[in-house]
Structures are given as structure tokens and as C-alpha cells.
């Protein structure tokens, strides 16, 4: 189902731009908050629909986590993927001036600045997955391949699941 009368952020600008297919979703009417309410109002499972989360290393370095909005990230495995000693969420203060997005409407595609770039393994095991559109209230639809043409990016095991499943939903 396509979303008519959807503003168009630049997350829809670029893969636009890119020739990368994507559907534009939009909850805004819905009251949505929590990564969890966007996937009710949107009518997915919360394993499809990705939270972006900015973090600093040991090395003062940025990196950047999309994992499943039902998850956690896992720090200790995610320091891992980076190569790094230790990684700590960034305050949400320098949200903005360092990405370019607000807290709620991150998205991996379109940051101020690229950053290494990590999703969540079981993005994998989806057909399509949702990431923000740069904006609170809209989404884009795409699968896990394509958004990895957007933004340079490696899939990783970084996030823990409350109800215990492993990333391929065993």
C-alpha cells in the first residue's frame, strides 16, 4: 500500500536519487512514539522495523547501529563489530549537530557526516525492512540489500532480544 500526500524527507530524496526501490510509510496520524508503536501503527513486525542509534568509541569515534526496534543493543557486541574497546550511546544533545537528525527521525541514510555503519544481522533473514525517513512520522520500506547500497554498511550480531530469540527467529 503506497501513502499518498507523504512529504517527501531527504531519505526519500536519495534513494530517489540512488535508483533504490523503497515504499514511503507514513504514522503520523497514529500518536506513535516507541519504535514498538510505529510498528503497531504501521502493521509490521516489530524485527522489521529498525531503530537507528549514534554511539562513540574508546577512540572518541563515531558509529553508527540500526537493529530491530524490539531489541537492544548489545554494547559489548557492538564495541566488537567496531573494533573497538568500549562504545557508549552519544547524549541525545549532539543528535543534532551531528547527524543532522532529531532524536526519533534518525535515519542510517543522509547523516551530516558517514559514519561505520552496523545493522543487525537479522535484517539478513527479512525481505524488507523499515528504517526512519529522516523525519518523525515517516518510514521507508526497503530491503536490507538495497539499503546497504545507500549506506555503506556491515550486518553484525549487536542486539539482544527480550523474549531470548536468536536473530534468525529460532
Known amino acids: 500500500m503506497k501513502e499518498k500526500n507523504i512529504e517527501k524527507t531527504n531519505v526519500m530524496r ?32 516489530e524485527r522489521c522495523v529498525f531503530k537507528t542509534l549514534v554511539t562513540r568509541g574508546h577512540s572518541k569515534k563515531y558509529y553508527v547501529f540500526v ?4 531489541g537492544e543493543l548489545n554494547l559489548k557486541k557492538a564495541a566488537k563489530a567496531a573494533g573497538e574497546k568500549s562504545i557508549e550511546m552519544i547524549p ?4 543534532l549537530p551531528l547527524t543532522g537528525y532529531i532524536h526519533g527521525g534518525c535515519s542510517p541514510v543522509g547523516m551530516k557526516k558517514p ?25 521507508v520500506e526497503l530491503s536490507p540489500q ?4 545507500a549506506v555503506p554498511l556491515s550486518f553484525a550480531d549487536i542486539a539482544d532480544f527480550e523474549d531470548g530469540e536468536q536473530k534468525d527467529g529460532k
Open 146 to 149: 538495497d539499503l546497504a547500497k
Open 14 to 45: 536519495i534513494l530517489t536519487q540512488k535508483k533504490i526501490p523503497h515504499e514511503q510509510r507514513c504514522y503520523l496520524d497514529s500518536g506513535a512514539v516507541s519504535g514498538r508503536e510505529v510498528a503497531k501503527a504501521l502493521g509490521q513486525d
Open 115 to 139: 559514519f561505520p555503519t552496523f545493522v543487525d544481522a537479522s535484517a539478513k533473514q527479512r525481505e524488507h525492512i523499515m528504517v526512519s525517513a529522516g523525519k518523525i512520522g515517516y518510514q
Open 92 to 95: 541525545q544533545k549532539e543528535l
Open 67 to 70: 537493529i530491530p526496534v524490539c
